[in-house]
């Protein structure tokens, strides 16, 4: 999955959603999809949100310097908002699975 989507942040021609915010909503679930499917994996759950932050923010600066991309400071929110809520629904999940 990061290999995924480390390529789909990278290549000249992602995927386009055709509907409105669709880049953001993409943005969103795939960092959702990750936070939640590693934090299922492992406990450490602050260090895979602090690294996916960090490697959404990297992707992001990586695509200003490329110049066939463009940076978006609201691409870094939206990736952040979905690191937040994958670590919320696995927490959430967590809980549930517990009790």
Not at 52 to 57: E, K, N, S, Y
Not at 85 to 94: D, F, I, T
């Amino acid at each position: 999955m990061v290999v995924a989507v480390v390529w789909l942040s990278l290549t000249p021609s992602p995927p386009h959603i055709d509907i409105d915010s669709g880049d953001k909503l993409g943005h969103v679930l795939s960092y959702f999809l990750l936070m939640f499917w590693f934090a299922q994996l492992y406990a450490r759950r602050a260090g895979y949100a602090a690294g996916f932050i960090a490697m959404g923010i990297t992707l992001e600066l990586l695509q200003g310097a490329l110049g066939y991309r463009s940076f978006e400071r609201y691409d870094i929110l939206a990736n952040c908002a979905g690191v937040l809520l994958g670590w919320a629904a696995a927490h959430l999940v967590g809980r549930r699975l517990l009790a």
